[in-house]
């Protein structure tokens, strides 16, 4: 599977044209979400829902159901007992150098064999090897 982050399933949603070529090319059974990057993106929702001032309250609701609705297209990859097991191995390696949400993404790309879709290439580099870190924006596809 293909474990798009945060940053890909923006681009993804803005419409551009480097997705849209690769999945010419990877099937869209072979796409999922990990809900790490379900939580992230739903909490800026949240949190903007609730603390929105009264001017901008409609608009943050909407935003947020929005994004619900959009989010539902996707397979959803859990973080589960394996993904557990890959995230204790990595923090006692990386300690606290990397960001948190990284590291369980990474230890989900581990657990399932997966490749990380990001453009953040830097922010997985120390915690996978190459061939499980690929590009979408930034790397024509092949």
Not at 46 to 53: E, Q
Not at 62 to 89: G, N, P, W, Y
Not at 98 to 118: E, F, S
């Amino acid at each position: 599977m293909y474990l798009w982050d945060s940053n890909i399933l923006r681009h993804y949603g803005e419409g551009r044209p480097h997705i849209r070529l690769y999945l010419e090319h990877v099937s869209w059974s072979e796409i999922a979400i990990p809900s790490v990057v379900v939580a992230e993106v739903l909490r800026g929702r949240c949190d903007f829902a609730l603390k929105a001032t009264p001017a901008l309250a409609v608009y943050a609701h909407e935003m947020l159901m929005k994004t619900k609705k959009f989010l539902e297209q996707f397979t959803i990859c859990v973080f589960d007992e394996d993904c557990s097991k890959a995230l204790h191995e990595r923090k006692q390696r990386h300690k606290a150098h990397k960001r948190y949400a990284d590291m369980l993404i990474a230890a989900m790309v581990q657990a399932g064999n997966h490749v990380i879709v990001t453009r953040n290439v830097e922010d997985f580099a120390v915690l996978l090897p190459k061939n499980r870190i690929i590009n979408w924006i930034d790397e024509k596809p092949k």
